[in-house]
């Protein structure tokens, strides 16, 4: 499984973006596929998740504010950011878990820089 995160940038606080995430590879033994984001100095931390069956689950601090989609004919999850606050400055990642022949694995994308200014 390869994935593919592109689509940050710079804002002002109020503000809105999208970030994409192309999935690729073995796609059918994807189970979920999620963001995650990583500030300076702080551990990475789970943002929001969207299983095959389009179960969706978010972080306290981005619900009501961000919202996880997929394209399936795309092989694409997005993750769309309103309401920005510059603490969710950081750098976002798509990570997705696999199943293959009973053995979970977990994929990461490269990071993608989210910044909001004040």
């Known amino acids: 499984v390869q994935l593919q995160a592109s689509g940050g940038g710079s804002v002002q606080a109020g503000g809105s973006l999208r970030v994409s995430c192309a999935v690729s590879?073995?796609?059918?033994?994807?189970?979920?596929i999620g963001w995650y984001r990583q500030a300076p100095g702080k551990q990475r931390e789970f943002v929001a998740t969207?299983?095959?069956?389009?179960?969706?689950n978010y972080a306290d601090s981005v619900k009501g504010r961000f919202t996880i989609s997929r394209d399936s004919a795309k092989n694409t999850v997005y993750l769309q950011m309103n309401s920005l606050k510059p603490e969710d400055t950081a750098v976002y990642y798509c990570?997705?878990?696999?199943?293959?022949?009973?053995?979970?694995?977990?994929?990461w994308g490269q990071g993608t820089q989210v910044t909001v200014s004040s």
């Open positions: 969207i299983t095959t069956g389009g179960n969706t």
């Open positions: 590879g073995r796609i059918f033994s994807i189970v979920d």
């Open positions: 990570g997705a878990n696999a199943l293959n022949g009973g053995r979970w694995s977990k994929y």
